[in-house]
């Protein structure tokens, strides 16, 4: 099942899904995320835990 088939059918002839087009009326963007309850594994090992951070300057940007 290709789930953006819609969207693209959608895109090019606003009739084929009427709903679908009202509603990409209203939106400005979608995020699809995995299981956020598993634990992501750390990639910067180097780093502390957000809860320990403690310098002025931030991680950076790829940490997050």
Same mark, same amino acid.
């Given at each position: 099942m290709n789930l953006f088939q819609?969207?693209?059918?959608?895109?090019?002839?606003?009739s084929s899904h009427p709903e679908l087009h009202v509603f990409l009326q209203r939106i400005v963007g979608f995020d !699809?995320?995995?299981?956020?309850s598993k634990a992501e594994r750390r990639l910067?090992?180097?780093?502390?835990v957000a809860s320990d951070w403690?310098?002025?300057q931030g991680p950076p940007y !790829?940490?997050?």
């Open positions: 819609p969207l693209f059918e959608v895109t090019q002839d606003p !699809s995320v995995d299981d956020e910067f090992r180097k780093f502390p403690n310098t002025a !790829s940490y997050w």
